[in-house]
């Protein structure tokens, strides 16, 4: 699918979109970058981005990368580090291939907030269904 498919496809993942608030900032093939603003609902008990918001922002940015102009990918095996804990308002995530196999994928999703901190760096391995 084009850019414009890819973007329109993924307006229905309701998790992503209404529960998150994430925005998608730029898709191309192989490439994406979004943006989400942090809200209360996103800090956990010590007022720091929730992990699993963190992880949420980083699959989802994989996710419209690999599945823009590709054959529908899933992802099949992911690793994170937290590099930093996220105290701003906003957080950005890239994601860019490293390999992009038939059948099998790896992107590099990294997550920085508003003043570049590194907050994560996620490897993704996706699954191309063809």
Do not use: W
Request: glycine share 6%; charged share 20%; hydrophobic share 40%.
């Amino acid at each position: 699918m084009t850019s414009d498919e890819c973007i329109q496809y993924f307006a229905n993942d309701r998790f992503a979109n209404d529960a998150t608030g994430i925005e998608i900032l730029e898709v191309t093939g192989n490439y994406a970058k979004t943006r989400l603003k942090i809200k209360p609902k996103h800090r956990n008990a010590n007022n720091v981005v929730m992990g699993g918001c963190i992880y949420t922002l980083a699959d989802y940015t994989f996710a419209l990368a690999a599945n823009c102009e590709n054959p529908p990918t899933t992802t099949l095996s992911s690793n994170i580090v937290f590099n930093a804990p996220a105290f701003g308002d906003e957080l950005y995530a890239v994601a860019e291939v490293i390999k992009n196999g038939r059948s099998i994928c790896t992107f590099d999703v990294k997550v920085f907030d508003e003043k570049d901190v590194l907050i994560a760096t996620v490897m993704l391995v996706g699954f191309r269904k063809s």
